[in-house]
């Protein structure tokens, strides 16, 4: 005879087990929910488009890389030895993919000591500077500490555009829309790059958010990193300037021009950021302009009226150029397109950001597409038209499949199409 005493007991237990196990799986479920349920709905948005973005382009990335090796003129020859650099910084092509030419520039003026001969002036010094106190953080990596904080600023750009789009569209959905428009612009993967784009424009997006809240001081400390940033980013004060004077009506009498200058004092901070990096390039190279002079001999740029070099670029011979600079053109249109709804402050600064690196004259075309991203308002005008949720998912997958195609040219092929 079988005892099945045993097997019985076991059979209860089993049950009685999974029905544990559920509980567990429903517990830990509901501490996350309650978890989730306790960050800020705006942050949850955010942190979702980041780490959404950052996926979706690392997978689209190394597949990429893995299918153009061994391919002809894979990688072009002048790009042999940017490669090569790539792999010294990381063996993980999801990490080195993301140093590019001026990337390679910044981990060298991170790493470059301050106290011996300084030749590398074409570069303002806010972003490779800014690596050195992270770097030591990170046990001295220079290179990591630029993408880390380029990802943060990634970030915290993301949150501002947010916060911006919501009192400048005057709903959620609006804001969001504008804030997802910019992570699907053609050349928004470079805000994941080791490269100034995202630190730039968070700073940039900062300002504005700042002073349509008439935090003017918060306005001046940001912007003097701004203007430290990048040549263009002193122009900055001039749009700031306009959000100014739009608070207050525009009026030009005694009164008010006094009051301008009571409130708006810390605009002059804007390009005294600009200044603080002249004065290294003459402490350190005994020419204030030594940044100028360097970009004129490194890559023959001269302020130059940015129209002819528009037209020149639409007719000349060269078809890259052509394709470059027609992106500039396509951004100028939308953006006249919406001015009235954007206001004059926002109109001028997606001029200055689309017109001052064309005033550089033909040598810019190689990186436009690159400097184009710093005009957040094209954002703002495309949430605008695409409030219905059809024209919006049109819209959405055209910029994606966009930007999709030029990721995938700027990895595997002809990077120096883009930078």
């Known amino acids: 005879m079988v005892d099945r005493s045993r097997d019985t007991a076991g059979d209860r237990r089993a049950p009685a087990g999974r029905a544990g196990v559920r509980e567990r799986v429903r517990a830990a479920?509901?501490?996350?929910?309650?978890?989730?349920?306790?960050?800020?709905?705006?942050?949850?948005?955010?942190?979702?488009?980041?780490?959404?973005?950052?996926?979706?382009?690392a997978l689209v990335g190394v597949i990429a890389?893995?299918?153009?090796?061994?391919?002809?003129?894979?990688?072009?020859?002048?790009?042999?030895?940017?490669?090569?650099?790539?792999?010294?910084?990381?063996?993980?092509?999801?990490?080195?993919?993301?140093?590019?030419?001026?990337?390679?520039?910044?981990?060298?003026?991170a790493r470059e000591p301050l106290?011996?001969?300084?030749?590398?002036?074409?570069?303002?010094?806010?972003?490779?500077f800014l690596a050195r106190p992270v770097a030591w953080v990170l046990g001295g990596d220079t290179a990591m500490a630029l993408l880390l904080i380029s990802n943060v600023a990634f970030l915290l750009l993301l949150w501002y555009a947010t916060a911006l789009g919501e009192k400048l569209l005057g709903d959620d959905a609006s804001a969001r829309r504008f804030t997802r428009y910019l992570v699907l612009l053609p050349t928004a993967f470079l805000f994941q790059a080791a490269l100034t784009e995202s630190l730039f424009l968070c700073l940039a997006l900062a300002t504005f958010y700042y002073a349509e809240q008439r935090r003017w001081v918060t306005v001046g400390v940001l912007g003097y990193f701004l203007g430290l940033s990048r040549s263009v980013g002193f122009l900055v004060a001039v749009p700031l300037a306009l959000v100014l004077l739009r608070q207050h009506r525009y009026r030009l009498d005694p009164r008010s021009l006094w009051g301008y200058v009571r409130t708006g004092w810390p605009l002059t901070l804007i390009p005294?950021?600009?200044?603080?990096?002249?004065?290294?390039?003459?402490?350190r190279g005994g020419d204030w302009f030594a940044?100028?002079?360097?970009?004129?001999?490194?890559?023959?740029?001269?302020?130059q009226n940015p129209v002819p070099v528009i037209w020149n670029g639409l007719t000349g011979v060269e078809t890259r150029d052509?394709?470059?600079?027609?992106?500039?053109?396509?951004?100028?249109a939308v953006v006249l397109a919406g001015a009235r709804r954007l206001g004059a402050p926002y109109v001028v600064y997606a001029l200055l950001m689309v017109l001052a690196p064309l005033s550089m004259g033909p040598p810019v075309y190689k990186s436009l597409l690159r400097y184009l991203l710093a005009a957040f308002p094209v954002g703002l005008v495309l949430a605008r038209w695409a409030r219905n949720a059809t024209a919006d998912a049109w819209l959405g997958a055209t910029l994606a499949l966009l930007q999709g195609g030029l990721f995938v040219?700027?990895?595997?092929?002809?990077?120096?199409?883009?930078i």
């Open 409 to 418: 040219v700027w990895l595997a092929y002809w990077t120096h199409f883009i």
């Open 115 to 128: 106290d011996g001969a300084w030749n590398d002036f074409a570069f303002p010094l806010l972003f490779p």
């Open 29 to 57: 479920r509901s501490r996350t929910g309650a978890l989730i349920a306790r960050v800020p709905a705006r942050w949850r948005y955010v942190l979702a488009l980041f780490v959404g973005a950052k996926v979706v382009l």
């Open 65 to 109: 890389l893995s299918a153009w090796d061994g391919a002809p003129a894979a990688p072009p020859a002048d790009e042999a030895n940017m490669r090569a650099d790539q792999e010294a910084i990381s063996s993980h092509r999801s990490i080195s993919m993301w140093f590019a030419w001026d990337a390679l520039l910044y981990d060298h003026l």
């Open 322 to 332: 052509a394709a470059r600079v027609w992106f500039a053109v396509v951004l100028l």
């Open 272 to 283: 005294a950021g600009w200044l603080t990096f002249m004065a290294f390039c003459r402490w």
């Open 291 to 303: 940044y100028k002079h360097a970009q004129e001999k490194g890559w023959g740029i001269r302020v």
